[in-house]
């Protein structure tokens, strides 16, 4: 069975930093792109940032403070965020993407509040 697990999620004053972590129990975990998405109270869940083939792309809302990675070797991905902001407050999944249906974590909350 498929597990992703996400940790780093915390309380965090705005301006500050988080760094968020996911741990893949996937075979192959280097073939799947992979993205991090947020969903705040009463929102839809929305693409913050994705890997597809070593290329990164942002959400406009995230560019320039939050950074998108991953280390296959340890089937690992990580999202950085930087100059956090009260509207970032969201819980934050991890994702493999593939066709059909992607590989969720159970996400981490995530708040900006002084």
């Known amino acids: 069975q498929v597990q992703l697990a996400e940790s780093g999620g915390g309380l965090v004053q705005p301006g500050g930093s988080l760094n968020l972590s996911c741990v893949a129990s996937?075979?192959?975990?280097?073939?799947?792109?992979v993205a991090w998405y947020r969903q705040a109270p009463g929102k839809e869940r929305e693409l913050v940032a994705r890997?597809?083939?070593?290329?990164?792309d942002y959400a406009d809302f995230v560019k320039g403070r939050f950074i998108i990675s991953r280390d296959n070797a340890k089937n690992s991905m990580y999202l950085q965020m930087t100059n956090l902001e009260p509207d970032d407050t969201a819980v934050y999944y991890c994702a493999a993407l593939r066709t059909g249906s992607n590989y969720w974590g159970r996400g981490t909350q995530v708040t900006v509040s002084s």
């Open positions: 890997e597809v083939l070593g290329k990164t």
């Open positions: 996937v075979s192959a975990f280097w073939r799947y792109p």
